[in-house]
């Protein structure tokens, strides 16, 4: 499966040398179609579902309240300071 932030990446990317391309040599007809796949590539990610399955992955890791230390989601006590992970 394709990691969706590569997506989201390489789709502003894009966006951007589309941009350029338009508001540099094409004038405002050149701004218009900029506009419009902008546009346009935005409401065919959504949708895709590409923003909902980013928002649906679980959390890699969770910090500590304690100590502020990043832990991983499988871990009961934090790895810095020992003290009990809250879940949520």
Do not use: Q, Y
């Not at 065919?44 to 989601?73: Q, T, Y």
């Not at 934090?78 to 809250?86: V, Y």
Request: aromatic share 6%; net charge negative; charged share 20%.
């Amino acid at each position: 499966m394709v990691d969706a932030d590569s997506i989201v990446t390489g789709t502003l990317a894009t966006l951007v040398a589309v941009v350029v391309v338009g508001l540099l040599f094409l004038g405002p007809v050149g701004w218009l179609l900029a506009a419009l796949l902008v546009l346009a590539t935005f409401v065919l990610a959504d949708f895709s579902g590409v923003f909902e399955e980013a928002a649906k992955r679980p959390r890699e890791r969770r910090n500590c309240a304690d100590c502020g230390a990043p832990n991983s989601v499988e871990r009961d006590t934090c790895k810095h300071c020992e003290a009990a992970l809250e879940d949520g």
